[in-house]
């Protein structure tokens, strides 16, 4: 029993090999861009749609209004890539159900690598929203000697993403195969829609996880600007 995919080696050509992590990292992929383009280049606006189109819509309002509600403001700067890290999640975890299948997600490279987009997301939306100088401020509130606690802030927060989404998909497929071995037919199935439905949970969670993390720093400066305006009014009166 393999605990993670990066141990399956596909294909071997002297020091290169090919492993599961990899191979199923670019099979979502090409499903994600392949499913895109056969969704989105025949897109109407007359009624009635495709069931694909509708499909397309439910899912990116929703997404939208998940957005919206977490970090009370319009989607549009995040859903792009809030969307790509759900998308990209659910349907890695969603393929389990194809036997011979290893999602990547059960791999920590790609938990990491995920946990690490969103690590550098953080600032750059913050920098676009707010300016380097501003964003940086943040760092040492309310004062210097923050600095290395907030920093050691932002990477652990950054590991428990890719270990949390890491851990609760290995032990998925560890259970899944435990019981395939000791116990009947039926019990794997309904562990397996089991595994299903906290896959879908898990690319949820990280979504909202990483829209609260790039929200967090913007909405924190405005907060303060907001509350330094009523001591600058009351400074003028």
């Not at 707010?130 to 004062?143: A, C, D, F, T, V």
């Not at 039926?186 to 909202?208: K, N």
Request: with cysteine.
């Amino acid at each position: 029993m393999n605990i993670t995919p990066d141990s399956i080696t596909i294909f071997q050509w002297g020091v290169f090999s090919l492993s599961a992590t990899l191979l199923y990292t670019w099979l979502v992929m090409a499903i994600l861009v392949l499913g895109s383009w056969a969704v989105t280049h025949k897109l109407s606006s007359e009624i009635p749609v495709s069931r694909w189109q509708t499909l397309l819509e439910v899912l990116v309002s929703s997404l939208g209004n998940q957005i919206r509600e977490t970090c009370d403001e319009e989607p549009d700067r995040y859903l792009h890539f809030i969307g790509t890290l759900f998308l990209f999640i659910a349907v890695s975890n969603l393929l389990s159900i194809i036997p011979g299948y290893h999602p990547p997600t059960g791999s920590l490279s790609t938990t990491t690598a995920l946990a690490l987009c969103v690590f550098v997301a953080v600032p750059l939306f913050g920098i676009s929203r707010q300016g380097l100088i501003n964003y940086l401020k943040h760092y040492i509130r309310p004062s210097v000697f923050m600095l290395p606690f907030n920093i050691i802030g932002e990477l652990s927060r950054t590991l428990a993403l890719a270990v949390r989404l890491y851990g609760n998909i290995m032990a998925g497929t560890m259970i899944v195969a435990i019981l395939l071995i000791i116990t009947p037919f039926f019990v794997p199935i309904v562990m397996q829609l089991l595994g299903l439905l906290i896959g879908l949970i898990q690319a949820y969670i990280f979504a909202v996880l990483a829209t609260v993390y790039i929200a967090s720093a913007a909405r924190a400066h405005e907060e303060k600007i907001q509350n330094n305006e009523p001591q600058k009014n009351k400074g003028d009166s």
